[in-house]
């Protein structure tokens, strides 16, 4: 049984930073792409970021040079590093696990607000 722990969440200024963590049991770590979504009152989730089994980091246009992913297969943990936060940034962050073989897993998400 897969399961994820997020943590990180919370309640910032405009200009502030978070960092997210999402560790997860249950599956070969190493194997998966992880990602970060997220999803906003009334918007549709989506992607954020996500780092896969190679490493290799993509990032959507909004938050370029502003959010770093990363990952570390020894703790089965991916992170969100997230800078210079915009009330645009609200939302629900969930993390993500997929490989080609089998489901999609989700984590419970963590709300991250952007606020004075």
């Known amino acids: 049984q897969v399961q994820f722990v997020e943590s990180g969440g919370g309640k910032v200024q405009p200009g502030g930073s978070l960092r997210l963590s999402c560790t997860v049991s249950?599956?070969?770590?190493?194997?998966?792409?992880m990602g970060w979504y997220r999803q906003a009152p009334g918007k549709e989730r989506e992607l954020v970021a996500e780092?896969?089994?190679?490493?290799?980091?993509k990032y959507v246009d909004s938050v370029k040079g502003r959010f770093t992913v990363s990952r570390e297969n020894v703790k089965n943990t991916v992170y969100l590093q997230m800078s210079s936060l915009k009330p645009e940034d609200t939302a629900v962050y969930y993390c993500?696990?997929?490989?080609?073989?089998?489901?999609?897993?989700w984590g419970q998400g963590t709300q991250v607000t952007v606020s004075s």
């Open positions: 993500h696990a997929t490989n080609p073989y089998v489901a999609d897993a």
């Open positions: 249950g599956l070969i770590f190493s194997r998966y792409d």
């Open positions: 780092i896969n089994s190679a490493w290799m980091p």
